[in-house]
């Protein structure tokens, strides 16, 4: 039977929103320190280059700068892999990331940095610092640099297979691995429809509002605090620790607000260096980074070369899948190449799959997590091709995914059994929408329309959180949690602690800490705050449940048995009359000398994953090749909806990126591999004027393991725009886009194709 | 006995086999028994004495953050994947 709330599936304000619409909320330019030095990163002019010499002597003459630092400062960290509670690390590369060692990989990788006076000072004599640059070669394309004869980015990275190192030479192919599933030949030999294509994506960045930034005070007892802006206080404090060789216990990481993050707000840039910045002047320094530092300095999303074959029976039932997917893992070894092979065929029962992937080296920026990692460049080669095989079958494409849907019980071509899912079920919400029950309208300008659907996959995950809640005299509940809060987690955390105790959000004060101040908590990532976060509030709510029942044990002279909790009631089972509220008895109980803390840590199994199914009608210009979105609906399995306004949010946000992914967003480089529009004038997100309401469609099939039924929503709305907005545009103007973005230029080129 | 799905890459490790029953107790135990049975599996699954950072485990349908020193059912599957995690940090590694 289903659970009833009180709380859950409310729309309560935020907390936190009456400083942010304000303007009071604190981020990490606002930190003001007394004696604060500014500082700033020299970043690389070239894309690949052998750094000969760095001579920073003139610009420690410059009145007003008082520090200098390179990779020199940071100590050597060895061809370490380093476990920081949420993955590995290695750390000669996360150094080399954060301030070159040796060489540049990458356009915008951080050579050098400084402290200064002020912001103007530190700019100027940044200027100053002479780098002796040997240029190389650079290789940007992922296919060019799977070549034997391509520039090798690294003397040291040979590929891995499973273990396995092939040390007879270096290659920028850092690994590769296989899933096989069933018989592919056999599998194809019975299909009565085969599909077979080529796919690129282009180089994207997460594109969150506020730029990185870090301030740190290193004291002369040792210790050092961090006031940054990450998705992850405590990973931030692993990395430091690994980085600088201090141990965790002496870093304090005091999470600011965080203006967007989407997965770039993991990994180290600056904390590490500020910190050295501090330790050599004994002052705290703030480092911010600027748009254009942002765009060529950081973690963007990698471009990827993706080949999918797809058979399907004349029934329509898909008999063999075979895939072949090259991610661009940027400067050093790392893309998000094991998800997306994961994912690529993940909305399908498809008995027979091979899938290769491969995590290749080019000189772009280090790749960094971005908003389900990996399946959006996966889901646009195979749901395109899906939607090919429909048309070739003449199959209602809904129906197709009926058909062939994961359910509970479906193997992934990775192993793993699917447990209890909504795969299924967001085709059949989609299928009934009146979206997609409505015919296409026609419009009144004389451009061609059409409809495209397509699905998409994400794990989301579990992971450590903690928390913990005082109850006040006043009846409310002061909630610490560590859990850095991006798209409204705080009040989504709230609500499940208010509603295991009976009493309202508005009465639960949610805070987010340091890492001094809170038990350890994974990052804010992989859709798991809701989730793990959650769970940790109801399980400290059990705790305060427990406590309180003995209160009023205590209260009554009567037995622990012999009381209840009834929704924020405490009841006596053998006296009617002997009911007390939690707020009257928190009032009591502090008056009486008792304290109420609950606490709780979980680490619990992963949830079930989540699926989404976009509909889209789009409206495509022939002759300037622009591609206007009319009407976009994204249906997603949310488990549970805790705070339907935010899932709502989520789900509309991540539909918005994947349309900046398939018609606009894209890294441009030049021959030299320059990023030639590291700006938002230049790199052309979508924006609300670009774009209709977009409608958020909740299906609820709950986690069966999570209290309250909680998926997790916030990665996979991203998943499946590229791919619907493809097959709308075939409907539209019967062209097959096979790269991203589908900018207008590249519309204009395959209709004269076609002609 | 548990089912242990061999990576594809691995199964030249096993005379192409897809899947071997094992018993063991824990992944560590399964393992080790995979070892003994096929020689040089270990080498390419664990490096000092933990599961290859690259890799995780799954046991049934969950992802185990235990590692070698998951628990493993008599009838379960196991599963070795791809490591992934909340930021993706795993995929840093190599």
């Known amino acids: 039977m289903a659970q009833v709330f009180q709380v859950i599936g409310t729309r309560p304000i935020r907390h936190d929103g009456l400083d942010k619409v304000t303007g009071r909320a604190q981020y990490g330019a606002d930190i003001q320190l007394s004696g604060m030095l500014h500082g700033r990163v020299l970043r690389s002019s070239h894309a690949h280059a052998r750094i000969k010499s760095i001579d920073a002597s003139a610009a420690l003459k410059v009145p007003g700068v008082e520090a200098v630092a390179t990779a020199a400062d940071l100590p050597e960290s060895g061809d370490r892999i380093a476990h920081l509670g949420e993955g590995a690390v290695n ?20 050579v050098a940095a400084l402290a200064a006076t002020n912001p103007h000072i530190a700019e100027e004599a940044l200027a100053l610092i002479k780098v002796d640059y040997e240029p190389l070669p650079p290789v940007m394309d992922v296919r060019e640099a799977m070549k034997d004869s391509a520039p090798k980015l690294h003397a040291d990275v040979f590929t891995e297979e499973m273990g396995q190192l092939k040390k007879d030479k270096p290659s920028n192919v850092a690994k590769h691995f296989q899933f096989k599933l069933g018989d592919v030949h056999k599998g194809f030999a019975q299909a009565a429809v085969t599909v077979e294509r080529e796919f690129h994506t282009a180089t994207v960045h997460q594109g969150y509002i506020e730029p990185h930034n870090a301030t740190a005070m290193f004291n002369p007892d040792g210790n050092v605090t961090i006031w940054c802006s990450t998705q992850g206080a405590f990973t931030v404090r692993a990395q430091v620790s690994e980085l600088l060789q201090i141990p965790v216990s002496r870093i304090k990481v005091v999470p600011l607000e965080i203006g967007g993050g989407f997965g770039g707000k993991i990994r180290v840039y600056l904390e590490p260096v500020a910190a050295v910045l501090s330790k050599k002047t004994g002052k705290p320094v703030k480092i911010l980074m600027d748009r254009a530092a942002v765009f060529e300095g950081t973690g963007p999303t990698p471009g990827s070369y993706i080949r999918v ?25 790392g893309s998000p190449i094991g998800p997306g092979a994961m994912c690529i065929f993940a909305c399908y029962d498809i008995p027979n799959v091979l899938i290769d992937g491969f995590d290749v080296c080019v000189n772009k920026p280090a790749t960094a997590a971005y908003r389900a990692p990996g399946a959006t460049n996966a889901a646009f080669a195979s749901e395109t091709v899906v939607d090919e095989i429909c048309r070739q079958l003449k199959i209602d494409p809904l129906e197709f995914r009926l058909k062939n849907g994961a359910k509970e019980g479906t193997r992934r071509a990775d192993g793993p059994i699917y447990p209890r899912i909504g795969m299924i079920e967001t085709v059949e919400a989609a299928k009934k929408h009146p979206h997609y029950v409505a015919p296409l309208a026609p419009g009144s300008s004389p451009f061609p329309r059409g409809r495209g659907v397509a699905s998409g996959f994400w794990f989301n995950i579990g992971l450590k959180s903690s928390v913990t809640a005082s109850v006040n005299n006043d009846g409310t509940v002061s909630l610490v949690e560590g859990s850095t809060d991006i798209g409204g987690t705080r009040v989504s955390v709230a609500m499940q602690l208010a509603e295991a105790l009976g009493i309202r959000a508005e009465d639960v004060r949610p805070v987010v800490a340091d890492t001094d101040s809170v038990g350890y908590t994974d990052v804010t990532g992989g859709s798991r705050v809701t989730y793990a976060t959650g769970w940790a509030a109801y399980e400290a709510a059990q705790d305060i449940k427990w406590q309180m029942l003995e209160k009023a044990a205590q209260l009554w002279k009567t037995d622990l048995d012999n009381v209840v909790y009834d929704k924020g009631v405490i009841r006596a089972k053998d006296d009617p009359a002997k009911k007390i509220t939690f707020k009257e008895l928190a009032e009591k109980i502090q008056h009486k000398g008792g304290i109420v803390v609950g606490r709780a840590t979980v680490d619990p199994p992963w949830p079930g994953g989540a699926f989404a199914t976009h509909i889209v009608d789009v409206e495509v210009d022939p002759d300037t090749g622009k591609v206007s979105i009319l009407r976009y609906t994204a249906v997603q399995d949310c488990g549970k909806a805790i705070h339907p306004s935010y899932v709502e949010g989520q789900i509309q946000g991540g539909a918005v990126q994947g349309i900046g992914w398939a018609l606009n967003e894209e890294y441009a480089y030049n021959a030299k591999g320059e990023m030639t529009n590291a700006s938002f004038l230049d790199y052309r997100m979508p924006t609300s004027l670009d774009l209709p309401m977009i409608d958020a469609v909740i299906v609820e099939v709950p986690d069966p393991k999570h209290p309250y039924g909680v998926r997790g929503v916030g990665e996979v709305p991203i998943v499946p725009p590229p791919a619907a907005i493809a097959n709308a545009i075939y409907a539209a103007v019967g062209v097959r886009m096979n790269e991203l973005p589908m900018s207008p230029g590249r519309v204009v080129k395959a209709l004269a194709a076609k002609k | 006995m548990a089912t242990v799905f061999i990576p594809a890459l691995l199964r030249d490790l096993c005379g192409g086999r897809e899947t071997v029953s094992v018993a063991g107790a824990t992944v560590r135990e399964i393992v080790d028994r995979l070892e003994a049975q096929f020689p040089g599996i270990k080498d390419r699954l664990c490096q000092d004495d933990e599961l290859r950072a690259s890799i995780a485990v799954a046991v049934g349908a969950e992802v ?23 930021g993706n940090l795993g995929h840093v590694c190599n």
């Open chain 1, 309 to 333: 074959k797809l058979g399907a029976d004349k029934t329509g039932k898909l008999v063999a899948g075979e895939a072949y997917l090259a991610y661009e893992a940027g400067a050093f070894p």
């Open chain 2, 64 to 86: 185990s953050r235990q590692g070698l020193s998951a628990a493993v059912a008599a009838d379960s599957e196991v599963h070795f994947v791809p490591a992934i995690s909340g």
């Open chain 1, 91 to 110: 750390l000669r590369h996360l150094s080399s990331n954060c301030l070159a060692r040796g060489k540049v990989h990458y356009k915008g990788q951080a």
